[in-house]
């Protein structure tokens, strides 16, 4: 019982985790209709910049860590106005954005393994966070990281906050109305640009704090990891229902507790966990492709 | 076109093509060869990815684990029983993999095609019900699957160290040949209603739908046509590097094709077959930026630079010059 | 011909069609009629297979079609045009019209793959179809410039062609004479009545030219808020009370 209550918390955890950069992916699909292949990369940029600002500045962690979400925030609304925007002002064909999006998750994931391999001489790097979070705590006979206590709790504060924006500040009305019918807004004099941008800056950030948090647990990072994990978490996005903040939240915790739970009671399964996501989504696209939020973004007016 | 103007047209290639493949053969050096018939298998990869990218305009990231499967099919159906029990270091092969064997390698090529082409009809279904951006990602997913798969099931793949002492059937000329097949073979489909139909789910799919075209058909048609020729190239590829590892079927050499296809022109079959020499030739060309020895106008060149310049490359034509160099047409029809 | 039977279509809370029956006869040029947003493209898309209604059927020579994918009521022979162009853009006005034949060009994959006989045989044969198609219309001349280089006008008459492709018997044309001057609507209804009588069709139109619509359509229905108001013969609609009011200033009428 306790072994289950264990493997639950680390679940949640992990799941935290993916559901934080899936907010990101989901929210930016709700307003452009764009999978941002990038996205994932946002998850990797916070845990490098976190490492070289330790490692080449000696700043302290936390601070490290306010500066890396800043900075991945800028990246993330720098990549939507330097890539995204014109196209999207040129009326370019949605393949064009996606093509796009690929080369910006490439430019991200080569420029931190050249800055990784100049700056400190390799690209798999070891994370150094503080000891603390390593900390174990037992409750009841249970026992479990700081950091697995802290995770989703933060990440369930963090979904409030987003869904409060979302439904009670103006901003938050302009980006649901956004995602509802974009060509409206504009009609209505919002400036959706600084709307979209809000979005990315926010998807980043949060990608970014999830990124930090996945290096904290599993302390070895490289320029690539963004990729797989990026994948996992647009699964997750998907599985919860594309388009929806809480089903990404959901996602996130479902996909935590069958990559934990199913290798924890079936140990020969173990070496498939990555292979998780991956069937969850296709499974997902069988039965029910708008997920469990089940917003349907393909009525199509003629 | 008539019939007799095709084949007159395609004879007529045939001889001049093959005649040069034999002079080149037999005037170039060594090294020069071997770059060229890398690039010749690059062509067959850039054309038929370019089927379902350019030509049906479904956005798809698949070639890395379609040329994955076919290169691993080649070799553990080339090699002999004896030579898989040598190759095998990190695990014992299963026995139906031990034992199994076909000498022809041009039977293999087709079998490593046919594979593919199933496998794609397996993901095809699923992706192609449902109406959206889901083919990019779940082809993403699918090649770091294969990759992951191939390094941890060393009874099937001997993992991470891979496969050696594979054949060299695939010389230059074959290559060669087998290149020019492949491109009359996606002319043939572009040039037919099957291609105007994948051109105008592209243009138009609502459109598409309401004249009557099947397009979740047509879309798994284009998917699994590329996957074949997919999975043959991958064959190729393990017959002329002689030994392959998942390492080699990353999502590099993904990004690779689409910056090909989308410089050549997405939907040229010219287009790509041109901007294939442009880019590995580049590529090559390149490689001295991430020589630390290379220096230009006082900068040094660095590792991984390389690649760096390469993903601004494609984000600037992306933003500037979308249509590449022949846009959707190719290089006979430039006056239209 | 076509039957709708209390055909009720929402989107969400809003009730686009409400309650809508009517039926074509065979031969039947016949006119849906309203002001913009009354509900009459959705009946197209209804028809089409594109949306599924709420409540309601659409029968096709009897046959149910209600909710059938748009691919298999192409095959039973409803053509459509679109009220904004939707023309295959990187094609040529030839290819547009070839594609309308797809289902009916008989060679499989292979054949196309391998270039056997049957290949270049039914290619020659539906060019040559195509070409008839576009001569009636006036535009064999154009067949090779691409689709979307030719005038407005005639980009319509180039859709109108694709439709004819598919061997409809019953053809839908959104708005047919949008942005025609009066010598181009003459035209387009002298068409009509051409390939009525060419290929034989029953033709349901969406329009807002009244002239046109006097001079081109056996009868009408008028459409308001996805209602309606009236149905009957073109010359009897203008003197109609509910129909005036509905409109009032709202068409071009030369009266």
């Not at chain 1, 979005?199 to 647990?217: C, E, H, P």
């Not at chain 2, 959206?132 to 990602?137: E, K, P, S, T």
Request: charged share 15%; proline share 3%; net charge neutral.
């Amino acid at each position: 019982m306790e072994f289950f209550i264990q493997q639950l918390i680390n679940a949640f955890s992990l799941g935290s985790m993916y559901a934080l950069i899936a907010i990101g992916y989901t929210m930016v699909y709700g307003v452009l209709r764009l999978i941002n292949f990038a996205h994932g990369d946002f998850m990797m940029v916070g845990a490098f910049l976190v490492y070289l600002f330790i490692a080449l500045l000696n700043l302290n962690f936390f601070v490290a860590v306010g500066f890396s979400i800043v900075l991945t925030a800028l990246i993330g609304v720098l990549s939507y106005k330097v890539a995204y925007k014109p196209l999207l002002d040129k009326d370019a064909p949605k393949i064009s954005l996606l093509i796009t999006a690929i080369g910006i998750s490439f430019f991200l994931e080569s420029l931190f393994n050249l800055l990784s391999n100049q700056l400190v001489g390799e690209n798999t790097l070891a994370f150094m966070a503080p000891s603390f979070f390593s900390n174990r705590i037992e409750i009841g006979g249970v026992g479990f990281s700081v950091l697995n206590a802290i995770v989703p709790v933060l990440t369930l504060l963090i979904l409030g906050g987003v869904l409060f924006i979302l439904y009670k500040t103006k901003i938050g009305i302009a980006i649901r109305a956004l995602a509802f019918d974009i060509s409206t807004v504009k009609l209505m004099g919002i400036d959706s640009n600084k709307i979209i941008a809000f979005v990315f800056a926010l998807g980043a950030s949060l990608a970014a704090v999830g990124g930090i948090l996945y290096a904290i647990a599993y302390p070895s990072i490289s320029p690539y990891m963004g990729l797989m994990i990026g994948l996992k978490a647009f699964a997750a996005a998907v599985v919860g229902g594309i388009g929806s903040v809480t089903g990404a939240v959901i996602g996130g915790f479902i996909l935590g507790i069958v990559e934990i739970l199913i290798p924890g009671f079936f140990p020969s399964l173990g070496g498939y966990k990555d292979a998780f996501a991956f069937i969850l989504l296709i499974f997902v696209l069988l039965f029910k492709p708008t997920g469990i939020m089940g917003i349907d973004f393909e009525k199509k007016r003629f | 076109m008539s019939a007799k103007k095709y084949f007159s047209l395609i004879a007529l290639i045939t001889v001049l093509y093959v005649a040069f493949l034999f002079l080149t053969n037999a005037s170039l050096d060594f090294y020069t060869i071997t770059v060229l018939s890398n690039i010749y298998i690059f062509v067959i990869l850039a054309v038929s990815y370019n089927l379902i990218n350019g030509v049906t305009g479904q956005f798809s990231l698949e070639p890395n684990g379609f040329v994955a499967i076919g290169a691993y099919v080649t070799a553990l159906l080339i090699l002999t029983p004896g030579e898989k029990l040598d190759a095998f270091t990190l695990a014992k092969p299963l026995d139906f993999i031990a034992a199994i064997h076909i000498g022809n390698p041009y039977l293999v090529l087709v079998i490593s095609g046919v594979v593919s082409s199933l496998v794609a009809l397996t993901l095809a279904f699923p992706v192609f019900r449902v109406r959206g951006d889901y083919l990019a990602i779940v082809t993403l997913g699918f090649g770091l699957i294969i990759r992951f798969i191939l390094i941890n099931n060393p009874q099937i793949s001997n993992g991470s160290s891979g496969i050696s002492g594979i054949d060299d059937f695939a010389n230059y000329i074959m290559v060669g040949v087998v290149a020019l097949i492949t491109v009359i073979l996606v002319y043939n489909i572009v040039y037919s209603k099957f291609g105007r139909a994948m051109k105008a789910v592209r243009d138009d799919e609502d459109a598409a739908l309401a004249m009557g075209v099947d397009t979740m058909k047509i879309k798994t048609l284009a998917f699994v046509s590329s996957a074949f020729f997919e999975g043959m190239a991958g064959g190729l590829l393990a017959s002329s590097i002689g030994s392959i590892s998942p390492d080699q079927f990353s999502f590099m050499l993904t990004f690779q094709l689409l910056v090909i296809i989308v410089l050549g022109g997405l939907g040229s079959i010219s287009g790509s077959i041109i901007a294939t020499f442009l880019v590995m030739g580049g590529m090559e060309i390149l490689r001295v930026l991430d020589d630390r020895n290379f220096e230009f106008l006082g900068l040094h060149g660095v590792p991984g630079l390389r690649m760096v310049v390469f993903s601004v490359l494609l984000i600037v034509i992306m933003i500037f010059a979308r249509r590449g160099l022949l846009g959707d047409k190719e290089i006979w029809e430039l006056k239209k | 011909m076509i039957e709708l039977k209390n055909v009720t279509m929402k989107f969400g809370g809003v009730v686009a069609i409400n309650n809508l029956s009517f039926k074509v006869s065979l031969g039947e040029t016949f006119g849906l009629i309203g002001p913009n947003g009354a509900g009459k493209t959705t009946v197209f898309n209804i028809i089409t297979g594109h949306y599924k209604p709420t409540n309601g059927k659409v029968f096709f020579k009897n046959e149910d079609i209600t909710g059938k994918s748009p691919d298999y009521i192409v095959k039973l022979g409803i053509a459509r045009t679109f009220q904004n162009i939707r023309l295959f853009g990187s094609m040529s006005v030839l290819e547009n019209v070839l594609i309308g034949f797809h289902n009916h060009m008989d060679y499989s994959f292979f054949e196309a793959l391998f270039r056997f006989p049957k290949f270049f045989k039914e290619e020659e044969r539906f060019k040559k179809e195509a070409l008839l198609i576009l001569k009636i219309l006036g535009l064999e001349k154009k067949a090779n410039y691409k689709a979307t280089s030719l005038s407005y006008g005639e980009q319509r008459k180039v859709e109108i062609a694709r439709a004819l492709a598919t061997s409809p018997s019953l053809l839908l044309l959104d708005e047919p004479a949008a942005g025609m001057n009066p010598k181009e609507s003459d035209e387009l209804a002298n068409i009509l009545d051409i390939i009525k009588k060419e290929f034989d069709l029953t033709i349901l139109l969406i329009e807002h030219d009244m002239k046109f619509v006097q001079k081109v359509c056996n009868r009408v229905l008028v459409l308001d808020y996805g209602k309606t108001i009236f149905e009957g013969k073109p010359s009897d609609m203008l003197k109609d009370e509910k129909v005036i009011k509905a409109y009032l200033g709202d068409f071009d009428v030369e009266s």
